[in-house]
């Protein structure tokens, strides 16, 4: 080697060892959250930095086929951690199906007890299938602070309601079992995602006067966008710049909502929906969030304060994927489930958000269709347009609401 080239092979040397001069850093590993459209239910798949997996609630029965295929292509592995945000059968009608597929290390649920038969299976079925069985409970040694889940890289998962025993569950509001849905905040880097389960506004009070940062880039709605949840305060909290609603084409229950959706537009949301978009998959590198829907795959770019296309494809002139800037910066072992009694008491909705619909007449019949969990008014145009013929007939309000919810629809 002459000189001349063994003096370059030393400089070159020299300027890769400055630090200013160094390779650039790798660029951070994503953070994946599958929002899988599992008709009138909630999925959610968490895929951390480092690989780690929390399944958030399991869609009704009737996902179970493409719960399961979607968890074999994502998961290598059993999932870290399953989560039910609260025991109804729109949330965890497939979960067994999606432990049996790929297995889970933890499952975790509020405790809040529930008479339902397919949650009692399926606790049996964790009970012996799962290793740890878990509540939201406070740290003992830290009261007030919330249950945090570390995913690695600095992802972080917050559980902020319920926080029983450390606070009494929600009693006495329209749903008991949805106002004590489990309630997170999934952060990364300046990313956020927020997981509503089928809270309540009573959840929401209850979150608001706890004076916490709530900003999140994405919002999964609450309760499939109908219209008790996702208030004008929770919104202007959480101040999201995406929100994703899980529900079913033209389902008997009316959501989304006209009063969700309008409240979602009002805070500037860009607003996903399964029922329309499909699967929708959020990635974030820590400072931005790129979503994608399934049926409509066109990318987006970010500007500064805004979100706005690169162009649609020619096969999808109303492309659904988008990029959206972050909003902001970055329990105890159980085996067995028992009736919790409750101390506490938050006031119900407001008269008003209950007599929405004319009271109805001594010759009002309800109906509820087959494998509903809620019941209608007889002229709800909801029944018009279901499919199904089965029907059950309740010629008394009070014999219906013993067996099921009132539909958000019609406000029997």
């Not at 968490?46 to 009737?62: A, F, M, N, Y």
């Amino acid at each position: 080697m002459t000189f001349p080239s063994r003096l370059l092979s030393l400089l070159v040397l020299l300027l890769a060892a400055l630090p200013g001069l160094a390779q650039p850093s790798p660029a951070p590993k994503p953070l994946t959250v599958y929002f899988f459209d599992v008709g009138q239910g909630d999925a959610a798949l968490i895929v951390s930095p480092t690989g780690k997996t929390v399944l958030i609630d399991g869609g009704p029965p009737e996902a179970g086929e493409h719960l399961v295929s979607r968890l074999r292509e994502l998961v290598h592995g059993p999932l870290d951690l399953v989560i039910l945000t609260h025991p109804h059968l729109d949330h965890l009608g497939s979960m067994k199906d999606a432990i049996q597929a790929v297995g889970a290390r933890r499952y975790m649920d509020p405790g809040f007890d529930h008479a339902s038969a397919a949650y009692r299976d399926l606790l049996e079925y964790v009970g012996k299938e799962v290793g740890q069985v878990m509540t939201p409970e406070p740290n003992p040694q830290a009261p007030d602070s919330f249950l945090t889940i570390g995913l690695g890289e600095g992802a972080t998962l917050t559980v902020y309601w319920p926080r029983y025993p450390r606070e009494p569950f929600l009693k006495n509001t329209r749903s008991d079992a949805n106002s004590n849905s489990i309630v997170t905040r999934l952060t990364y880097g300046k990313t956020a995602f927020f997981f509503s389960g089928d809270s309540e506004a009573d959840t929401e009070e209850a979150l608001l006067r706890k004076n916490t940062d709530y900003t999140s880039t994405v919002l999964k709605v609450a309760h499939h966008g109908g219209k008790y949840s996702s208030t004008e305060a929770f919104l202007a909290a959480v101040k999201p710049k995406a929100a994703v609603i899980s529900c079913a084409a033209r389902n008997e229950y009316g959501h989304p909502t006209q009063e969700a959706l309008s409240r979602l537009a009002a805070v500037g949301a860009q607003v996903f929906r399964t029922d329309q978009d499909g699967d929708v998959q959020a990635i974030s590198d820590g400072n931005t969030v790129t979503l994608q829907a399934a049926k409509g795959r066109t990318s987006r770019v970010v500007v500064p304060g805004e979100v706005r296309p690169i162009a649609a494809s020619a096969s999808s002139p109303s492309a659904s994927g988008q990029t959206v800037p972050a909003s902001a910066p970055a329990g105890a072992a159980r085996t067995g489930r028992e009736p919790v009694p409750a101390s506490g008491k938050v006031p119900a909705p407001a008269p008003s958000e209950r007599t929405e619909a004319p009271a109805p007449s001594n010759t009002m019949r309800f109906i509820s269709l087959k494998g509903s969990e809620v019941f209608h008014r007889e002229d709800c145009a909801t029944l018009k347009r279901a499919k199904t013929k089965e029907r059950k007939v309740y010629t008394r309000r009070a014999d219906a609401a013993r067996e099921r919810r009132p539909a958000e629809d019609c406000n029997p």
